[in-house]
């Protein structure tokens, strides 16, 4: 309850303040109303079951998450994962992949993970949400155009192709419908008097009158679909479930949290910039964890946090925590007082919400921009995630697309580590006369990770020396982390130049570099006294070993000349 207890402090729950709340709650509660139920739809299950996540995500989210204006509830991002697996393990199944999501997400607050997630790269983070957009469009054609079923299409292609052969069949009285319902949500935030009603909430209830008025036949409807909305709160169940279903269920579980951890740290983090407010993410996923993990217990299916919903909130003045529970209030008003309304809402009008829905999502202008703008590299990893997530997964294509930005981040570290010897401006002041003066002295310096990718880069720079000097310092001034195989690559350099009677000294290691050194056994092989903080020093050390070798070989020479 961090979020709760810091708006508390910050005097968020005063008479000034809560009224302001308690507007948004009630404006996010009404715009969340027809989404909930689209997405929902859009998912394969009912719309009575996506008001029921949106009840307990948005509660939950709210109470044990870790920013103050969050809102969630089902979003289009799990739109393309929860129907297909729902097809495949059917309803239990899904319900049973939400709880173990929800543990896992638990896992990844109490292990910290919340901070690295946030930061997956934009080129993936893009080119999913724009697949998922395109997916949602094509696969609201049918309710949209009030298209026949076209049967089991398992690739993209193949459903747009049987799409595209049906439209000839559209039903023009559910096409009407649509297009009115498109027009309205388009137009309402245009027009001076509409502006304040939320746009799907007026196409939704424009639709359901036209239908309840007209009595098309054909029209599909939430009644005729779904039997309706059952009227009061849902009840708790436990899923059934056997233990052998949890092994298979792994994977559809871990791809759930780790889309759910994206999008609800993603939306945190826009609302940070809206608000001017640091959320915390490990918090933020323990709250989305245990909304995911009580959800299915009521009925619901899988949530996260809704970037569209929160804005709302912030715009209409919410910031704390009690907006996102009045929006659950309102949620279960309409449940106890309204559900029977809903059996006329023609499933067009949710077509045509979730039409723009997928274009927002898709934000092909910023899409655009990017492979004009961005590094070849990342638009080739963006449009490969993108046409990934179309025509095959979007597990396939989040894999794909972070292991691509990860071999780019390598191949460009790789290239900023480099092994050089040092050139005379690079010398401090103090010394560059001692540096000059020792020929036998030589002196390397390494700018960049010491890790696995830059091995080559460090054996072929030091294996390349003409002239065996006599002493060698490697200045790690520039060098932030070192890996094993870094340690293990400097271990070996330092057993072949001492093969070769070069005597090597490190230098200016930060603090946790040598912590690493030490724990790899390196000074085992440098030697006592071969490691030091400054040049300087390391330096003076040199020059003191050259004076003691000097005077032996002096008193040797004198031993052996003739009587």
């Keep these: 309850m961090i979020a709760l207890k810091e708006a508390y402090r910050a005097g968020l729950f005063q008479s000034g303040q809560l009224s302001k709340n308690v507007v948004a709650g009630l404006v996010v509660g009404v715009v969340a109303l027809p989404l909930a139920m689209a997405f929902a739809i859009a998912s394969?299950?009912?719309?009575?079951?996506?008001?029921?996540?949106?009840?307990?995500?948005?509660?939950?989210?709210s109470v044990f998450g870790g920013s103050r204006v969050q809102i969630a509830g089902p979003t289009g991002a799990f739109v393309v994962i929860l129907s297909g697996i729902l097809m495949k393990y059917g309803l239990a199944g899904l319900q049973i992949a939400t709880v173990m999501a929800g543990i896992i997400l638990i896992l990844m607050s109490l292990a910290k993970l919340g901070d690295v997630i946030r930061f997956i790269p934009a080129p993936v983070i893009v080119g999913f949400t724009a697949g998922i957009g395109v997916t949602i469009w094509v696969g609201q054609w049918q309710a949209f155009f009030g298209l026949p079923a076209i049967g089991k299409a398992a690739l993209f292609h193949e459903k747009l192709y049987a799409l595209i052969m049906s439209l000839p069949q559209t039903h023009l009285p559910t096409l009407l419908i649509s297009v009115i319902s498109l027009l309205l949500i388009l137009a309402a935030p245009k027009i001076p008097?509409?502006?304040?009603?939320?746009g799907p909430l007026l196409a939704m209830v424009v639709a359901t009158l036209i239908?309840?008025?007209?009595?098309?036949s054909g029209v599909a409807t939430i009644g005729s679909a779904f039997g309706g909305i059952p009227q009061g709160l849902p009840a708790f169940a436990i899923p059934s479930f056997d233990f052998s279903d949890i092994v298979s269920l792994i994977g559809p579980a871990f791809t759930i949290a780790i889309l759910g951890s994206i999008e609800s740290l993603l939306s945190a983090v826009v609302s940070d910039g809206m608000i001017g407010y640091q959320h915390n993410s490990n918090q933020e996923l323990f709250g989305q964890?245990?909304?995911?993990?009580i959800c299915p217990f009521f009925g619901g299916i899988a949530a996260t946090g809704a970037i569209a919903r929160t804005a709302t909130n912030i715009r209409q003045g919410g910031n704390s925590p009690l907006a996102g529970i009045i929006h659950s209030v309102v949620l279960i008003a309409v449940l106890l007082f309204f559900a029977p309304l809903a059996a006329n809402i023609p499933l067009a009008s949710m077509a045509a919400i979730l039409f723009v829905v997928a274009y927002n999502m898709s934000d092909a202008r910023n899409f655009v921009r990017l492979i004009r703008v961005a590094p070849l590299a990342d638009s080739l990893i963006l449009l490969i995630t993108f046409f990934l997530t179309v025509f095959a997964d979007l597990v396939v294509a989040v894999n794909v697309g972070v292991v691509l930005a990860i071999l780019q981040f390598m191949r460009k570290m790789i290239l900023s580590a480099e092994v050089h010897k040092i050139s005379h401006s690079e010398?401090?002041?103090?010394?560059?006369?001692?540096v000059a003066s020792h020929s036998e002295i030589l002196v390397y310096t390494i700018e960049g990770p010491l890790f696995f990718g830059a091995v080559n880069a460090f054996e072929r720079s030091l294996a390349h020396i003409s002239k065996d000097p006599s002493h060698l310092i490697l200045r790690l001034d520039n060098v932030p982390f070192v890996d094993l195989?870094?340690?293990k690559m400097l271990n070996e350099v330092i057993r072949n130049m001492q093969k070769r009677g070069i005597e090597v000294y490190l230098c200016e290691a930060n603090p946790k570099v040598r912590r690493h050194m030490y724990r790899a056994g390196i000074f085992k092989t440098l030697g006592r006294k071969h490691l030091w903080r400054s040049f300087t020093a390391a330096m003076e050390k040199c020059e003191t070993e050259l004076e003691k070798n000097n005077k032996n070989d002096q008193k040797v020479s004198g031993q052996l000349q003739p009587v």
Excluded: D, H, R
Aim: cysteine-free; glycine content about 8%.
């Design 44 to 61: 394969g299950v009912s719309p009575a079951q996506g008001l029921y996540t949106a009840i307990v995500s948005a509660f939950f989210v």
């Design 193 to 198: 008097y509409l502006k304040k009603v939320p």
């Design 211 to 216: 239908q309840t008025i007209f009595k098309f």
């Design 289 to 293: 964890g245990l909304a995911n993990l």
């Design 427 to 434: 010398i401090e002041a103090a010394v560059q006369k001692e």
């Design 485 to 487: 195989t870094g340690l």
